[in-house]
């Protein structure tokens, strides 16, 4: 596609459940990202896929999150057993290996009710 | 790791004034700099970067940034604003060779026509 896409815009979801996000980044984009934003503090990091390497994961907030991407295009990002404090927009974002301007989705609005 | 500082979370201004907001970052090595801006209700998007030579970079819709590697600071600025640019400000480093986005806090801008 044109852009990176994410789905779905917006999950509702009840404490304790597990989610699923999706982001599908630009065709041919080897490095792809997931960031988190909350109200007032910015974009934190998560983790990122590098072409085959092995993942930096060192920004996964604890073991309930987990990342993978499949046949180096899309990526799910798992988080389980929700909690309120999860509730945020996680962003994707992809890039080109040598390019590191890195293209954005719209996000996934999560809301853990 | 690298981390970036943004100052002045919340600016308000009127057209025609003149925007500066300063960006710093802690990191000893070589590193790319970015500014990226989200309009309300849309996707992060990139507004310039720098990687190497000039230090003044200009970008999109009349903003520039100024590299000043002894005070480690990438400032965005604009001559005069518009209405249009009431938007939320980030800015974000990365080492080289490294593709994670490091991303400061943002700087949310609303212009009072």
């Known amino acids: 596609g044109a852009g990176v896409s994410q789905s779905p815009s917006n999950k509702v979801t009840e404490k304790g459940k597990d989610v699923e996000l999706r982001c599908d980044p630009i065709s041919g984009h080897t490095a792809l990202y997931w960031y988190r934003q909350s109200l007032g503090q910015g974009l934190e990091f998560l983790i990122y896929?590098?072409?085959?390497?092995?993942?930096?994961k060192s920004g996964l907030p604890s073991d309930r999150f987990s990342a993978e991407r499949t046949g180096g295009s899309v990526s799910t990002l798992t988080i389980q057993r929700t909690q309120q404090e999860d509730s945020a927009v996680y962003l994707c974002?992809?890039?080109?290996?040598?390019?590191?301007?890195?293209?954005f989705g719209q996000g996934t609005r999560l809301t853990v009710v | 790791a690298q981390s970036v500082s943004q100052h002045n979370h919340h600016v308000i201004l009127s057209e025609a004034a003149s925007l500066e907001l300063g960006c710093n970052y802690s990191?000893?090595?070589?590193?790319?700099l970015f500014w990226y801006v989200q309009y309300p209700g849309q996707h992060l998007q990139l507004l310039l970067k720098?990687?190497?030579?000039?230090?003044l970079v200009k970008g999109i819709k009349g903003f520039e940034a100024e590299f000043i590697k002894s005070k480690f600071s990438f400032n965005l600025r604009k001559p005069s604003v518009q209405w249009s640019d009431t938007a939320e400000y980030f800015c974000?480093?990365?080492?080289?060779?490294?593709?994670?986005?490091?991303f400061g806090k943002g700087n949310q801008v609303v212009v009072i026509p």
């Open positions: 990191y000893g090595g070589t590193v790319n």
């Open positions: 896929f590098q072409g085959n390497s092995a993942p930096d």
């Open positions: 720098y990687f190497s030579g000039d230090p």
């Open positions: 974000a480093v990365n080492a080289h060779g490294n593709n994670r986005l490091a």
């Open positions: 974002a992809s890039s080109t290996l040598g390019d590191t301007e890195a293209f």
